[in-house]
């Protein structure tokens, strides 16, 4: 686990400055405080930071093959590297490590590009070839660890976060105007924009190539809902063979994801994902899981910590707990947008990130839960989406005025943004509106009329997913676009950015790519059925969690960011919309966002995540647009491995 960074001239006259790369390595200390490495090959040079957790003697990178002609460095796990190592030694490769980065430099030696087809695992790497002169980017299936690029006139610059590839003296820090209509709509931006202009993130599943002064950027892996035959009605399965192979292929998954030379341990919500995550653990070990939860001061409301410490105490965790406050949310939530390098509208981060520093204090790794709901149906709009048929047969007129009229009654916010997509006939629209931060309707009212047409249709991208989605249903259909954008851009960045902001690892078991395509290929009656969400997972859960995690009301991270904007959080609320840095951009209507403030403040009504997504955008406007970036602390020293070829 690390981070990894580079620059390649893609024109070949003149070589890559070392002393950049040496900033963009600086810049991405967190990910990697153990060491560091460098390639350096005359229009090439790549390095990364490197957390240790396997083979920690002998795993720096860039890592060779037998002759030296590929090199690589890489950011994440390989799980199934002792296997393909057996394989690779079977037919002559000469391995000096036992490390999971060396397969895969021999993968790449022996199969190139469809060496990705092999990888059981979540990654970000780079291969060059110094015979070719050419360089390999590549990005796991479903987007667990990041990777982002630009192509500055012939040179192509690339890093495991934004901040990296910001410390290249020929890449500046400009809005991207479109990716703001997508973050007004969606509470992120997906890939493979970024917020910054010009920064692009790789999708997960894909691939870059540069060579000969080009780069193609290719697909390597897409989800298939089709099931045998392809027809769903034929599926013959029975329920206990399919709750039967999930049982098999989730313990399997974390008993690779136990693979480890140094402590680890769990995130542990109490929902169902993470305990069910914790009883497999528990089951594998030989000494008591070391879990981690949070919640929050709350003023009487409930948090998840008691059904936390119930599922700890029924497995004989080392359980460790916090509690978030609102002085917390307010000291650190700069911080964590740092850490982001993109807004996303989500107050729970800060909860994330203090989780995740907790966590360190005992172990360098842990499991998550993440994947459960968009894999199975754990969502309220899946069951929502079912009722879009009724309000088909409904005139434009009908559908318009029911959306206008919901708009002025106060309280209610989710039933109303629920009522706003469920009246939408365009699949894609209908998708793109299902609980956004501001619909199509109230963005246009927040935003400044000259900023309409730049900041276009989100449903585009909705739609663009949609295209390459084999799902008939519409639930299906609903969970692959949920897994290639609310997954990969808010969720799995979310979880990769906070962790690793605190040199913590974090493997999401439910992820396994083989996991992903068996859930994909159930008939849907196993994802949701009738009133029950999960239903195949909750089942397979039932026979090693308690009943009441299991039935339990779901509640995600509940922390109590509308009460705080009415107090504690308020100031800062008021320091960041009602000023003149603000107002002077001219990027919104300045009385429309007055307008949320004053409901939200008089409890008319909740605008808690629009005002807190307004809010992260404007601090990451000032923290990253308006000033220079600040310099990185000089790390401590560390092992450097330093290879110059060329």
Same mark, same amino acid.
């Given at each position: 686990?690390?981070?990894?960074? =580079?620059?390649?001239?893609?024109?070949?006259?003149?070589?890559?400055?070392?002393?950049?790369? *040496?900033?963009?390595?600086?810049?991405?200390?967190?990910?990697?405080?153990?060491?560091?490495?460098?390639?350096?090959?005359? *229009?090439?040079?790549?390095?990364?930071?490197?957390?240790?957790?396997?083979?920690?003697?002998?795993?720096?990178?860039?890592?060779?093959?037998?002759?030296?002609?590929?090199?690589?460095?890489?950011?994440?796990?390989?799980?199934?590297?002792?296997?393909?190592?057996?394989?690779?030694?079977?037919?002559?490769?000469?391995?000096? !490590?036992?490390?999971?980065?060396?397969?895969?430099?021999?993968?790449?030696?022996?199969?190139?590009?469809?060496?990705?087809?092999?990888?059981?695992?979540?990654?970000? +790497?780079?291969?060059?070839?110094?015979?070719?002169?050419?360089?390999?980017?590549?990005?796991?299936?479903?987007?667990?660890?990041?990777?982002?690029?630009?192509?500055?006139?012939?040179?192509?610059?690339?890093?495991?976060?934004?901040?990296?590839?910001?410390?290249?003296? =020929?890449?500046?820090?400009?809005?991207?105007?479109?990716?703001?209509?997508?973050? $007004?709509?969606?509470?992120?931006?997906?890939?493979?924009?970024?917020?910054?202009?010009?920064?692009?993130?790789?999708?997960?599943?894909?691939?870059?190539?540069?060579?000969?002064?080009?780069?193609?950027?290719?697909?390597?892996?897409?989800?298939?809902?089709?099931?045998?035959?392809?027809?769903?009605?034929?599926?013959?399965?029975?329920?206990?063979?399919?709750?039967?192979?999930?049982?098999? +292929?989730?313990r399997e998954s974390v008993g690779l994801r136990l693979r480890s030379d140094v402590p680890f341990g769990a995130f542990l919500s109490g929902g169902v994902d993470s305990s069910t995550i914790v009883a497999l653990m528990a089951e594998q070990m030989s000494e008591p899981v070391k879990t981690f939860s949070v919640g929050f001061d709350g003023g009487g409301?409930?948090?998840?910590?008691?059904?936390?410490?119930?599922?700890? @105490?029924?497995?004989?965790?080392?359980?460790?707990?916090?509690?978030?406050?609102?002085?917390?949310?307010?000291?650190?939530?700069?911080?964590?947008?740092?850490?982001?390098?993109?807004?996303?509208?989500?107050?729970?981060?800060?909860? !994330?990130?203090?989780?995740?520093?907790?966590?360190?204090?005992?172990?360098?790794?842990?499991?998550?839960?993440?994947?459960g709901d968009e894999l199975f149906a754990g969502y309220a709009r899946y069951q929502g989406e079912q009722f879009a048929k009724w309000f088909r047969p409904l005139p434009s007129w009908a559908r318009r005025g029911l959306r206008r009229v919901s708009r002025q009654l106060p309280g209610l916010r989710r039933a109303k943004i629920a009522l706003n997509a469920?009246?939408?006939?365009?699949?894609?629209?209908?998708?793109?509106?299902?609980?956004?931060?501001?619909?199509?309707?109230?963005?246009?009212?927040?935003?400044?009329? @000259?900023?309409?047409?730049?900041?276009?249709?989100?449903?585009?991208?909705?739609?663009?997913? +949609?295209?390459?989605?084999?799902?008939?249903?519409?639930?299906?259909?609903?969970?692959?676009?949920?897994?290639?954008?609310?997954?990969?851009?808010?969720?799995?960045?979310?979880?990769?950015? $906070?962790?690793?902001?605190?040199?913590?690892?974090?493997?999401?078991?439910?992820?396994?790519?083989?996991?992903?395509?068996?859930?994909?290929?159930?008939? @849907?009656?196993?994802?949701?059925?009738?009133?029950?969400?999960?239903?195949?997972?909750?089942?397979?859960?039932?026979?090693?969690?308690?009943?009441?995690?299991?039935?339990?009301?779901?509640?995600?991270?509940?922390?109590?960011?509308?009460?705080?904007?009415?107090?504690?959080?308020?100031?800062?609320?008021?320091?960041?919309?009602?000023?003149?840095?603000?107002?002077?951009? =001219?990027?919104?209507?300045?009385?429309?966002?007055?307008?949320?403030?004053?409901?939200?403040?008089?409890?008319?009504?909740?605008?808690?995540?629009?005002?807190?997504?307004?809010?992260?955008? @404007?601090?990451?406007?000032?923290?990253?647009?308006?000033?220079?970036?600040? !310099?990185?602390? &000089?790390?401590?020293?560390?092992? &450097?491995?330093?290879?110059?070829?060329g």
């Amino acid at each position: 686990m690390c981070g990894i960074a =580079g620059i390649l001239q893609l024109d070949r006259s003149r070589a890559a400055p070392a002393g950049v790369l *040496e900033e963009m390595l600086r810049a991405i200390v967190h990910r990697g405080p153990d060491e560091d490495g460098r390639l350096v090959d005359d *229009e090439l040079a790549m390095g990364m930071r490197r957390l240790s957790i396997i083979d920690l003697q002998d795993g720096q990178q860039p890592i060779f093959d037998e002759q030296r002609r590929f090199g690589v460095v890489f950011n994440g796990e390989i799980y199934n590297y002792r296997e393909l190592r057996t394989e690779l030694e079977q037919r002559g490769h000469v391995f000096r !490590t036992r490390s999971d980065t060396e397969v895969i430099v021999h993968l790449f030696e022996e199969h190139g590009s469809q060496c990705v087809d092999f990888l059981r695992g979540m990654f970000g +790497l780079a291969v060059w070839d110094n015979q070719t002169r050419s360089l390999f980017l590549a990005r796991d299936r479903l987007g667990i660890k990041p990777l982002y690029y630009t192509l500055q006139g012939d040179t192509l610059i690339f890093g495991s976060e934004i901040k990296a590839v910001l410390r290249h003296p =020929g890449v500046t820090a400009q809005l991207d105007h479109r990716a703001l209509g997508q973050y $007004l709509s969606l509470k992120y931006v997906p890939a493979p924009r970024t917020m910054f202009e010009g920064i692009l993130s790789l999708p997960p599943g894909h691939t870059l190539h540069a060579r000969d002064g080009q780069c193609h950027i290719e697909r390597y892996w897409n989800v298939s809902y089709a099931t045998e035959g392809d027809d769903r009605s034929e599926d013959q399965r029975s329920e206990d063979d399919c709750r039967q192979q999930l049982a098999d +292929l989730l313990r399997e998954s974390v008993g690779l994801r136990l693979r480890s030379d140094v402590p680890f341990g769990a995130f542990l919500s109490g929902g169902v994902d993470s305990s069910t995550i914790v009883a497999l653990m528990a089951e594998q070990m030989s000494e008591p899981v070391k879990t981690f939860s949070v919640g929050f001061d709350g003023g009487g409301e409930a948090d998840e910590l008691p059904y936390a410490r119930q599922v700890a @105490e029924r497995f004989g965790c080392e359980h460790h707990t916090l509690v978030v406050t609102a002085s917390d949310f307010l000291r650190d939530a700069e911080d964590v947008l740092w850490h982001l390098d993109q807004p996303i509208a989500d107050q729970a981060t800060v909860a !994330t990130h203090m989780v995740a520093k907790l966590a360190r204090r005992h172990v360098k790794m842990v499991l998550t839960g993440e994947g459960g709901d968009e894999l199975f149906a754990g969502y309220a709009r899946y069951q929502g989406e079912q009722f879009a048929k009724w309000f088909r047969p409904l005139p434009s007129w009908a559908r318009r005025g029911l959306r206008r009229v919901s708009r002025q009654l106060p309280g209610l916010r989710r039933a109303k943004i629920a009522l706003n997509a469920l009246t939408i006939r365009d699949e894609a629209e209908r998708m793109a509106n299902w609980f956004p931060m501001f619909t199509d309707e109230t963005r246009a009212q927040v935003l400044r009329p @000259e900023h309409h047409l730049s900041a276009g249709d989100t449903a585009d991208v909705f739609a663009e997913h +949609l295209k390459d989605c084999d799902a008939v249903s519409s639930l299906d259909r609903m969970l692959y676009v949920d897994s290639k954008l609310w997954l990969a851009d808010y969720l799995l960045l979310r979880g990769d950015k $906070l962790t690793m902001a605190n040199s913590l690892e974090a493997r999401v078991p439910l992820l396994d790519h083989r996991l992903v395509e068996f859930a994909a290929g159930l008939p @849907e009656h196993y994802k949701l059925r009738g009133k029950t969400r999960k239903y195949l997972l909750k089942q397979v859960a039932a026979e090693l969690i308690p009943d009441d995690i299991i039935h339990r009301k779901k509640q995600g991270f509940p922390i109590p960011i509308e009460r705080w904007l009415r107090a504690e959080a308020r100031p800062l609320m008021r320091d960041l919309l009602d000023s003149a840095t603000f107002r002077d951009r =001219g990027l919104f209507e300045t009385a429309a966002v007055e307008t949320l403030m004053g409901r939200h403040e008089s409890s008319y009504a909740d605008h808690s995540t629009e005002l807190w997504g307004l809010m992260s955008l @404007e601090m990451w406007l000032r923290k990253f647009v308006d000033h220079p970036l600040a !310099t990185c602390a &000089t790390p401590a020293p560390t092992q &450097t491995q330093e290879v110059t070829l060329g």
